[in-house]
T-cell receptor
Framework: AQSVTQLGSHVSVSEGALVLLRCNYSSSVPPYLFWYVQYPNQGLQLLLKYTSAATLVKGINGFEAEFKKSETSFHLTKPSAHMSDAAEYFC????????????FGTGTRLTVIP | DSGVTQTPKHLITATGQRVTLRCSPRSGDLSVYWYQQSLDQGLQFLIQYYNGEERAKGNILERFSAQQFPDLHSELNLSSLELGDSALYFC???????????????FGQGTRLTVV
């Protein structure tokens, strides 16, 4: 069965500091991986996705993530946090076979301190 | 705007009642997913439909059911409602035909259900 684990339900960074949100997946075959962002009272919006092309994936709003098969990880980073980055971030995994369902991690709430 | 439309945006109802949540997927998307988001359970997958047929089932209670119609819109029916069913219910859609370019799901704004 597939799953994702997000380490840290809450992360706080200072404005301008590096953002690092962690995600590890569990799957026998490298899956498709996604990061979504949810702003207050809104739906989830896709930040970026990994589909087995380049291992370093660039997304919207300056975010990027690197797929590391040896570590089964897909951590999300941004060099310099902005106040507008404060939101909840979800890592998700989808199998390349089967029902094509998306499984989400429990989410990480990012707080940006001025 | 994701292109996924959910109605209503807010719903307040009493315990024991039944409600129907509606989702219109993005144009051309064949797969529809329903998720429940609550403070204590996080984002939980409920059920997936693909082109009118149930494709996958998650943590969906027996009191809940869903269907996808020939025009591809979907409805989630919640019955015998309990206080604990209060949550944000999201619908998402994707093309669903596989392939690396069509893997992501697009989410609606959600329906906030409050059971009193």
């Amino acid at each position: 069965a597939q799953s994702v684990t997000q380490l840290g339900s809450h992360v706080s960074v200072s404005e301008g500091a590096l953002v690092l949100l962690r995600c590890n997946y569990s799957s026998s075959v490298p899956p498709y991986l996604f990061w979504y962002v949810q702003y207050p009272n809104q739906g989830l919006q896709l930040l970026l996705k990994y589909t087995s092309a380049a291992t370093l994936v660039k997304g919207i709003n300056g975010f990027e993530a690197e797929f590391k098969k040896s570590e089964t990880s897909f951590h999300l980073t941004k060099p310099s946090a902005h106040m507008s980055d404060a939101a909840e971030y979800f890592c998700a995994v989808r199998s390349k076979t089967g029902a094509n369902n998306l499984f989400f991690g429990t989410g990480t709430r990012l707080t940006v301190i001025p | 705007d994701s292109g996924v439309t959910q109605t209503p945006k807010h719903l307040i109802t009493a315990t024991g009642q039944r409600v129907t949540l509606r989702c219109s997927p993005r144009s051309g998307d064949l797969s529809v997913y329903w998720y429940q988001q609550s403070l204590d359970q996080g984002l939980q997958f409920l059920i997936q439909y693909y082109n009118g047929e149930e494709r996958a089932k998650g943590n969906i209670l027996e009191r809940f059911s869903a269907q996808q119609f020939p025009d591809l819109h979907s409805e989630l029916n919640l019955s015998s409602l309990e206080l604990g069913d209060s949550a944000l219910y999201f619908c998402a859609s994707s093309l669903g035909t596989g392939g690396e370019m069509n893997t992501e799901a697009f989410f609606g704004q959600g329906t906030r259900l409050t059971v009193v």
